[in-house]
């Protein structure tokens, strides 16, 4: 569907509201449509997200997960974009807008944000990770498993080769993976404060929720936000410009040590490796570089700098950074 496709179907849902087009984001796996609906002096603005290579199942799925998050997160520290409905058939889920901005952004910007500021934004990401863990955690028993009918052979291969690792670990828990869980799918909004001598207080929404019944343990995630700094860091910011005003290492060891502080547990030898080894293999995942796809000049641009620019980080093999600070995995 394009936009005034879009803006039709949107009418029609909403009878006598004029929708309005504000930005169009072309995605690698989706499109972001953000509209304005206006009706006399009512002014609203929603997100409507359109799937591409879509099976119903797994929109209705996302849909049903922003749901079960919203309606369990709706404080003043930690949520989720509000769901307005769905239409797993054409592939559309739309949501509520949120004024934030993505936690990416905050990392990649030249102009540094405070110390205290970005450690707020490590804290709140990993207590907005363990209250999904928490909320989306699986029955006793349950064997992790990922769709082998998707294209995700290196995640698969790292559980079948974990699997005698888990029963050695401190975090036990089975749990439906966030899956993309990354600063990009990471919203922060400032909130004003409510009288002038108050502080502003910070926000986090989380976006994009998982549309597989995968079945894992908590490390997958927390793997999966370590490679994604690590990634920000192979952008030009950082890469070339010389830019290092936070540090990988320090950014993620707060955040761990903030998630395992949520859960009440302390991560383990076993459970560090299983983190470790999880990062290698979504970096062999990324390696796979027709991921990126054809749709849309961004994804095309990150392909061609991923191969020219950032091949040794791809390639690193077994190489791993001083992480985490509470006990090293040397090898995985």
Known sequence: MNRREVEKYIEERYPGFKVLGRKTIVCRNST???????????????????????????????????????????????????????????????????????????LHEIRPASSQYLSSAADLSAVALARYHTLFCRGEGELPTIDTNAREDDINQYLAESRERMAECNLKIMVNPFFDFTSWNILIKDEKPQNATAKASMKLFLIDFTRHDYVCTPHLDLARFRFGLELIKQFPPAKFLGLNRWDVDSFYDRFLSSYCREMHVALNQDDL???????????????????????????????????????????QGDTFSKWPRIGRVEKA
Not at 285 to 296: F, H, N, V, Y
């Open 32 to 106: 972001i449509f953000m509209l304005d609906l206006c009706k006399g002096q009512i002014r609203d603005k929603i997100v409507v997200k359109i799937s591409r290579n879509y099976q119903p199942r797994e929109v209705a799925l996302e849909y049903a997960n922003l749901s079960r998050f919203y309606s369990a997160c709706k404080d003043e520290f930690i949520s989720s974009p509000q769901p307005l409905f769905v239409d797993a058939e054409k592939g559309i889920l739309a949501m509520s807008h949120v004024e934030g901005v993505n936690l990416s952004y905050i």
């Open 273 to 315: 490796w299983l983190i470790a080894r999880a990062r290698k293999a979504y970096i062999r995942r990324a390696s796979d570089l027709t991921r990126k796809g054809r749709c849309g000049w961004q994804p095309k641009l990150e392909r061609m700098y991923l191969q020219t620019f950032s091949r040794d980080w791809l390639e």
